[in-house]
C-alpha cells in the first residue's frame, strides 16, 4: 500500500529536549515535505526536500531542522524545542515538483505538546 | 505575495443539499490549485486539482470545483451532501517559490442529518 508513515503520533516533551519525528514514504517520490497546522492559519511549510541531498526552507523554519540523505526519509528534528511549537505536523509527499507542485500525499500527522 | 484564501471558517447544509466552500487566490500567472480534505484524527487527503484546461474540475467522492479567472475564485462544490462530507477543506494554491505550496486556513463542513 502506497502511504507516508509517521513516528511518534503522539509525543510530549519538555523544553528544550531535542527530538526527532520521522518521516517514511514508500512511493519513490523525489519531493517531501513538513507542515505545521495551528487553528485558524492552515497548514504552514516549514522546510521541503527536492530530492536527496537538497533542502530548502519554507515559510517557518526557525527552531527546526531537517535532512534528507535517503530518498525515502525525511526526519523532522526540533534541537532545543520550546512551547510555541506544540502543534499538529504533517509530513507529505509528491513526485518531482519540476516547474511546479503536484498533489502531495500526507502522512496521518503528529501531535506534539512541548511542556 | 501569493495566497489563497478561505472566507468562511464554518460552513453548514443540510444532508440532501448542494454544498459550496469557497475560495478565493492571489497568484500571478496560470496559477494550480488544490483542494484536500480532512477527517478527524487523519492526514490530508487529495480531492482535485486545476491545472488548465477545463473550468470544472471532477474530482474524488462526487465533488467538482469551478475555476473563475475573472473572480479569481476556485469553489468547491457537491450537488447532494452527505453527512459523511463533514470534515475539514482546505484550498492550497502556489507558495512563495513555484516547489511550494500555500494553504488556506481551512473550512470546517457539516453536513445536518
Known amino acids: 500500500e502506497a502511504q507516508v508513515t509517521q513516528n511518534p503520533r503522539y509525543l510530549i516533551t519538555v523544553t528544550g529536549k531535542k527530538l526527532t519525528v520521522t518521516c517514511s514514504q514508500n512511493?519513490?517520490?523525489?519531493?517531501m515535505s513538513w507542515y505545521r497546522q495551528d487553528p485558524g492559519l492552515g497548514l504552514r511549510q516549514i522546510y521541503y526536500?527536492?530530492?536527496?541531498?537538497?533542502?530548502d526552507k519554507g515559510d517557518v523554519p526557525e527552531g527546526y531542522k531537517v535532512s534528507r540523505k535517503e530518498k525515502r526519509n525525511f526526519p523532522l528534528i526540533l534541537e532545543s524545542p520550546s512551547p510555541n511549537q506544540t502543534s499538529l505536523y504533517f509530513c507529505?509527499?509528491?513526485?518531482?515538483?519540476?516547474?511546479?507542485?503536484?498533489?502531495?500525499?500526507f502522512g496521518p500527522g503528529t501531535r506534539l505538546t512541548v511542556l | 505575495a501569493q495566497s489563497v484564501a478561505q472566507p468562511e471558517d464554518q460552513v453548514n447544509v443540510a444532508e440532501g443539499n448542494p454544498l459550496t466552500v469557497k475560495c478565493t487566490y492571489s497568484?500571478?500567472?496560470?496559477?494550480?490549485l488544490f483542494w484536500y480534505v480532512q477527517y478527524p484524527n487523519r492526514g490530508l487527503q487529495f480531492l482535485l486539482k486545476?491545472?488548465?484546461?477545463?473550468?470544472l474540475v471532477k474530482g474524488s467522492y462526487g465533488f467538482e470545483a469551478e475555476f473563475n479567472k475573472s473572480q479569481t475564485s476556485f469553489h468547491l462544490k457537491k450537488p447532494s451532501a452527505l453527512v459523511s462530507d463533514s470534515a475539514l477543506y482546505f484550498c492550497?494554491?502556489?507558495?512563495?517559490?513555484?516547489?511550494?505550496?500555500?494553504f488556506g486556513s481551512g473550512t470546517q463542513l457539516t453536513v445536518l442529518p
Open positions: 507529505a509527499s509528491s513526485l518531482s515538483a519540476g516547474d511546479r507542485v503536484h498533489e502531495q500525499f
Open positions: 512511493m519513490n517520490h523525489e519531493y
Open positions: 526536500s527536492m530530492n536527496v541531498e537538497v533542502t
Open positions: 497568484v500571478s500567472g496560470n496559477p494550480y
Open positions: 486545476y491545472i488548465t484546461g477545463d473550468n
Open positions: 492550497a494554491g502556489p507558495g512563495g517559490s513555484a516547489r511550494q505550496l500555500t
